[in-house]
């Protein structure tokens, strides 16, 4: 059975906030939510990760809610840039990723 | 250049070809890992390797060999290509099995 779930694609204003949401109502307490993107043919590339707190990075904030079982990835100011397939990973750690199909992200201008 | 580079970056061969790809990184990075990527599908662990002289199967290991004699360089061979194998393979590494993976650029294998 798939650990997440995530719409297949999303659209998004240049600008605006993208705000990707990923369910994982089956996570376990050690398990870390992890948040990569893949740009057209290029490899993918990791944004964030949590456990339980929510973090923020230059590229992304990942808000997850309390109990855990959701999140959602928040690029503040989407650009043409930001145009790519989203993966929410959830895992014990960062040497076993699982990805699922992913969010199509387009951000329009 | 520091990173972590794949070649080659396209490759066309004939089913039933040995075919190894190679991944290299500069960072001496422990972890190191195979995927490949189909057309509509997510990215699936071919192998994995926590240091040198060690690897382990992922998803989808058959048809696949591994090896790691250096920490930086990790080939990946299919003695005996096959059309299924045609994917984009993608070279990861990590620092420690809790640290988040780089990814190379991919290399673009058909097997006709």
């Known amino acids: 059975d798939a650990k997440t779930t995530q719409p297949p694609s999303m659209d998004c204003a240049e600008g605006r906030a993208a705000n990707l949401p990923c369910n994982h109502s089956?996570?376990?307490?050690?398990?870390?939510v992890y948040w990569y993107r893949q740009i057209h043919s290029q490899g993918p590339q990791y944004i964030i990760h949590?456990?339980?707190n929510n973090e923020t990075n230059e590229m992304a904030s990942l808000i997850i809610t309390e109990d855990r079982k959701s999140s959602t990835l928040i690029l503040p100011h989407a650009t043409l840039r930001d145009t790519a397939v989203y993966y929410c990973i959830v895992e014990t750690s960062g040497s076993r990723l699982t990805f699922g199909e992913g969010t199509q992200l387009t951000v329009n201008p | 250049d520091a990173g972590i580079t794949q070649s080659p970056r396209y490759k066309i061969t004939e089913t039933g070809r040995q075919v190894t790809l190679m991944c290299h990184q500069t960072?001496?990075?422990?972890?190191m890992f195979w995927y490949r990527q189909d057309l509509g599908h997510g990215l699936r662990l071919i192998y994995y390797?926590?240091?040198?002289?060690?690897?382990d199967k992922g998803e989808v290991p058959d048809g696949y060999v591994v090896s790691r004699s250096k920490t930086e360089n990790f080939p990946l061979t299919l003695e005996s290509a096959t059309r299924s194998q045609t994917s984009v393979y993608f070279c990861?590494?990590?620092?420690?099995?809790?640290?988040?993976?780089?990814f190379g650029p991919g290399t673009r294998l058909l097997v006709l």
């Open positions: 960072w001496s990075h422990s972890y």
């Open positions: 390797s926590a240091a040198a002289d060690i690897t």
């Open positions: 990861a590494s990590s620092e420690s099995r809790w640290e988040t993976q780089y």
């Open positions: 949590g456990l339980k």
């Open positions: 089956t996570i376990s307490g050690n398990e870390y």
